[in-house]
């Protein structure tokens, strides 16, 4: 479980969380680290100018903490080498399901892509369907998308998100493609009755499979949606001794207006927002 490193907040310092909804998120999505840190990520990270410039410039105000970078888009070059020269702390956004915009691109990668994009977007259930025709497929594209990272970045994605969390497919988690002992996106975290029992059992299992080979925040939601305001309230408030990913797109409007505008720290009080690299996780 993770745990940070000298970034607690004093508990009189934050609004006060709401004790049984704690305790009732940490039953169903894992135990609290008890020391708490709040990561806002941007998704897409080098996707197109915009969204990349957006979610610089929600870095640059400390609005947004860390970022998940596309390879093989269009920006992914230009937005590599800003955040080598902003020290942006990035991890490798997995993406299975939007067409590759780079030029660099080549057609069996494209092949393999539409390929399994196809099958992900078929229906809502095929994310949960292990499909071994396209395990070949999937592990060209996981392994040509960990060297292009390597190749823009210099090193190894020290964590792992998916776009539109496609990470968290059955082709991918239990084929072990995820590097071992990286930071993994856990499910989305859900206040009880918000999803059906069944759906929180599979959350619930997906969640302990990754945590068997790879480190986990306490908790991981979405920015949206931003009211009510009491939402945010609840979720700010656990990381006053929880660690707590947030999701969130700067290319959006209201997100854009919500992170750069300089709301998000009215909301967020005492609570810190820092980046993954800013503690250590222990497995």
Known sequence: MATSNNLSVPADTVPASDPALESKLVESTGKSSRTGVLIVNADDWGRNVET???ILECVLRGAVSSASAMVLMEDSERAAAIARERGVDVGLHL????PFSATVASGRLTEHHERVAHFL?????????YHPGLTSSFEYLMAAQLEEFRRLYG????????????HLCAN??????LPAGTIARRNLSFQPGEKSGVNRFYRGLIDRLLARRHRLT???FSLPPLEPAERLHRIFALASQSVVEVESHPVSPEEYRFLAGGEIF??????RVASFRSFSFNS
């Open 266 to 271: 009215g909301r967020t009080g005492a609570v």
């Open 172 to 177: 991918v988690l239990f084929a072990g493609l």
């Open 218 to 220: 306490d908790f991981f």
């Open 155 to 166: 090193e190894e994605p020290h964590r792992v998100d998916g776009h539109h969390h496609m």
């Open 121 to 129: 977007l078929r229906n809502r259930l095929s994310q949960v369907v």
């Open 52 to 54: 990349t410039d957006r």
């Open 95 to 98: 993406n299975f399901t939007t």
